[in-house]
């Protein structure tokens, strides 16, 4: 695609075959809609809801627990079939629901197309819809109108547009014509472009389409967010390893079973069972669907937090995050333009409050001053107020906004010394106005009245101008300065000394204006050169995107908890380097050396960028392509990344992030669309918060994992044992499937419930490469199911004694029973329940009652007694169960107790 920022408009008209004076004809409209198309973003075909459902089978736990059922069905055991279809249906729609609003980011950027255009087509003004332009077609632009496609512009009236959407940039731009860059500038420094979902905030230009539909900047991330790839989260990697592992596993254990047993001449059916029912006992049938509700659990708690998923399996991503890329404009700052720093001759004064707000002080060092009892203050921020387009409004008990930014700032810093703009604007009436333009860099308005201040050696009431401007242009239009107690005259000295104090204020990243005044004389020349002549020298306003009061301290929980923070934003770089510093991004030291723009982007390649990465702590005036390279630095050296935004060019980034977390309030529709999370109340503090309950549910899930698992290495072994002693089968396939999906799933549901352990904190992330399970807890969870086991044999071997039916009986009436007591130790693996407390988690306790429960109907009502194959036993046996069943607490207590003396010595 030709870059037409480096063109001239006669050349880019000539390269176009538009003609100036008439625009395009019908037949060649015609023509170029053939060749390129609508002016419109196009879709790649989206995956159907039964193409979604079918997609939710693929995981090898899932297939295996297919093939079980089938293998049921089979051998007549269709009970067994139809609960575990039943299962992996219920997952399945889960996963359906949840995914099936995931896919609507470009439907979000249709919505930024202007549905409407004027066009300048055979001589004549027409409106057209905005999806018939074509490249070479004359636009005409005005002040609200939506930018309908990207185009060159040709003439310019003071005209800005507000490109922060697209580059970040909080300021509105100003937009020149006539600008003719001899190098390549980065997107947010293209003065003679305008781009397609942007806004024209003020003035008027005609313009040139070079670009349509997916041609287009905003064309060019659609296509970016369809060519990514949906990323998987840490856990959904960890359990697809472990679900092969453990599938793999289970086969060829139930192969060799099945193998041995008929090598030493057992019966080959009877064999072929008992491998059935090993397999049954191996997989965690309840599994899939503990994961899937504990986390749509953690949804809803995150909600109520103001963290909104939108991806199921995503909750536990930013638990596990080591790196978080943040945007700057609307994320981290308010994104409204705040005054900060008044100065006039011999003071500096500091502004407090919040950005929308009246109240606030003026700070003479720690001193607060009333700045209507100062009159060069008072008339500093009068000028302000009146030479100024914008308008503050009510809408219920918020206040809005209406205008460029810097002047809303301007109304606000006047507002909070007591200066308002409906009353003032009625005591000096503007008469006439000098709009501002990019040539003079200043504007002025001509106002009657009498001025509110005492400003010595002029009349109370009279004609007065007010002006603004860029400081360095404003000063030479200066003669005077309103000193301490009188006007001054403008001495080299006295220019000299505001030029620092201009400059003092712009290596803080402040934005400067200076403003100045004089009386004018009914009947002087009306001229724009002549009014703004001989003017008295005010003072500067300096103002800034602030940060958010809460970021800070966010910013500083993250760190405390491992977390690297990366701004990343289309700003400028000094602005970007002023506020991480506020912010206390940048390690000690060396702060210029963790600053890097788009253009020394440029110059690394990918694998020097990758080495660069980890010291970098602010990327300024970057691209969309270049958020992306970085995304991808970060995940070559083993991140896992959480990305923030809120623009249409965050959205390619919040799609291949590990969890892209857009801002609900001020975030366009595309990155709330693209994103897996969003923060109801763009407040970054959540980020924080959802840190901590991503970690409190991948902890929870562990549990529940821990505890199934070591569930069902009792059943395998216990089985496994049986067989190589030449037993009957202890167990059978309908009683390991009860015992899988009802003792064992209901209490480690409530697992997933349980409340956090102290210190979640204060922990670094998990090691991205960590499995699922840690050496130290791999051995806790093989020491806990080869307990488990050995009590079940022996419940096994005691009733076996009188008959097989009552020794798996009672094997399986201990092995049911004992997860409910066992499911305790797993409250912590570190601390003793009773430091944890046996009532801290009241689902559990509801999941062991209702678990126990059911598991006494299946004991003592006669038909179901009947389908699990139960027979009668004696006070004795019940004891006898009763001491196995409470066996497993106290051996977990006794083996944390010397496992955690042992770590801590």
């Known amino acids: 695609m030709k870059d037409y920022s480096q063109v001239t408009p006669e050349e880019t008209l000539r390269l176009l075959a538009t003609d100036p004076e008439k625009g395009l004809s019908s037949s060649l409209v015609a023509a170029r809609q053939d060749e390129y198309g609508r002016n419109e973003l196009k879709e790649k075909r989206r995956q159907t809801v039964w193409e979604m459902f079918l997609l939710q089978f693929r995981e090898f736990l899932i297939l295996l627990l297919l093939g079980a059922a089938l293998i049921s069905v089979l051998l007549g055991e269709v009970t067994d079939a139809v609960v575990i279809f039943l299962i992996v249906l219920i997952n399945g729609i889960f996963g359906v629901v949840q995914e099936f609003k995931a896919e609507k980011a470009v439907e979000a950027l249709q919505t930024l197309s202007a549905p409407k255009a004027k066009v300048w087509r055979e001589g004549a003004v027409a409106e057209v819809p905005a999806v018939d332009l074509v490249p070479g077609d004359l636009v005409l632009l005005e002040t609200g109108d939506l930018i309908p496609a990207d185009a060159r512009l040709l003439e310019t009236v003071e005209f800005r547009t507000d490109e922060s959407a697209l580059t970040g940039e909080s300021v509105p731009v100003e937009k020149d014509a006539g600008d003719l860059p001899q190098t390549l500038k980065p997107l947010a420094e293209r003065k003679n472009m305008v781009y397609m979902g942007t806004i024209a905030v003020a003035g008027r230009a005609r313009a040139v389409v070079t670009a349509t539909g997916m041609e287009t900047e905003i064309g060019r991330i659609a296509g970016m967010i369809q060519e990514s790839k949906a990323e998987i989260t840490p856990l959904q990697k960890k359990l697809k390893v472990f679900g092969k592992q453990l599938g793999f596993s289970v086969i060829l254990i139930c192969v060799g079973i099945f193998v041995m047993g008929v090598l030493r001449g057992h019966e080959p059916f009877g064999m072929f069972m008992t491998a059935v029912t090993l397999a049954v006992a191996a997989v965690p049938e309840g599994l899939p669907a503990i994961v899937t509700i504990v986390l749509a659990l953690g949804v809803q708690r995150m909600a109520a937090r103001n963290a909104i998923i939108r991806r199921l399996s995503a909750v536990e991503a930013l638990g596990a995050a080591t790196v978080i890329c943040t945007d700057k404009t609307g994320t981290l700052t308010q994104n409204r333009m705040t005054v900060q720093a008044a100065v006039v001759d011999g003071a500096a004064y500091t502004v407090t409050g919040e950005s929308m707000g009246d109240r606030g002080e003026f700070l003479l060092g720690e001193a607060a001053v009333d700045p209507l009892t100062v009159p060069r203050l008072g008339m500093l921020l009068l000028t302000g107020l009146l030479c100024n387009d914008a308008r503050l409004t009510w809408e219920g008990k918020e206040r809005r906004a209406i205008g460029d ?16 703009q409906h009353e003032l604007a009625a005591e000096l009436l503007r008469i006439k106005e000098y709009p501002f333009n990019s040539t003079r860099k200043r504007m002025s308005t001509i106002h009657q009245g009498k001025l509110p201040f005492f400003v010595p050696g002029l009349p109370a009431d009279d004609l007065w101008v007010f002006t603004k401007g860029a400081p360095d242009v404003l000063l030479k239009k200066c003669r005077h300065y309103l000193g301490k107690n009188s006007i001054e005259e403008l001495t080299p000295a006295a220019r000299e000394k505001f030029t620092n104090l201009n400059r003092e204020l712009a290596d803080k990243a402040l934005r ?30 300096g103002m800034i995107d602030p940060p958010r009061p809460e970021a800070r301290p966010a910013i500083d929980l993250c760190r405390k908890a491992g977390i690297k923070i990366k701004m990343i934003t289309g700003d400028h770089r000094d602005t970007t380097r002023a506020i991480a510093a506020e912010l206390g991004l940048f390690a000690c030291g060396h702060e210029e050396e963790q600053v890097i723009t788009g253009e020394e982007l440029d110059r690394l390649s990918q694998e020097e960028l990758a080495e660069r990465v980890g010291e970098l702590a602010v990327f300024a005036r970057v691209s969309p392509t270049h958020k992306v390279r970085i995304l991808e630095a970060l995940k070559a050296n083993g991140e896992i990344v959480a990305m923030t935004g809120d623009g249409v060019n965050d959205a390619p980034a919040l ?133 488990i086991a050995f009590i079940t044999l022996i419940a096994f071997s005691t009733g076996r004694q009188e008959s097989v039916s009552k020794g798996q009986s009672m094997a399986f009436i201990t092995l049911s029973l004992c997860q409910l007591v066992h499911v305790l130790n797993f409250r912590s693996l570190r601390e003793s329940i009773f430091q944890r407390g046996l009532l801290g988690n009241k689902p559990l306790l509801l999941g062991v009652l209702a678990a126990g429960l059911l598991q006494a109907a299946v004991i003592f009502l006669p038909f179901l007694r009947e389908i699990f194959r139960i027979v009668a036993l004696t006070a004795a046996d019940w004891w006898y169960i009763f001491g196995l069943v409470l066996s497993p607490l106290v051996f977990g207590e006794i083996w944390k107790f010397l496992v955690f003396r042992r770590r801590q010595g």
């Open 405 to 420: 930014p810097t002047e809303t700032a301007l109304l606000v810093a006047a507002a909070k010394a007591g200066l308002f």
């Open 512 to 541: 400067v204006l200076g403003l100045a005044f004089r009386p004018f004389q009914e009947g002087e020349a009306g001229g724009v050169a002549d009014v703004e002549n001989d003017l008295i020298f005010l003072g500067f306003l």
């Open 655 to 787: 799609k291949k992030a590990d969890i892209g977390t857009a801002m609900g309030r001020t975030g366009t529709d595309v990155a709330k669309q693209a994103s897996d999370m969003v923060l109801a109340d763009d407040n970054f503090a959540t980020i924080v918060r959802a840190v901590q309950e991503g970690r409190i549910i991948f902890e929870n899930i562990k549990k529940a994992i821990y505890f199934l698992l070591s569930c069902n290495l009792g059943e395998v072994v216990t089985i496994l044992t049986a067989v190589l002693l030449g037993w009957s089968v202890p167990l059978l396939p309908i009683q390991v499937l009860w015992v899988n999906l009802v003792t064992d799933s209901f209490p480690a549901l409530a697992l997933g419930v349980d409340p956090p352990e102290k210190g979640i904190m204060d922990r670094r992330p998990r090691p991205p490469q960590e499995g699922i399970f840690t050496p130290g807890d791999r051995r806790t969870l093989l020491t806990f199911g080869l307990f």
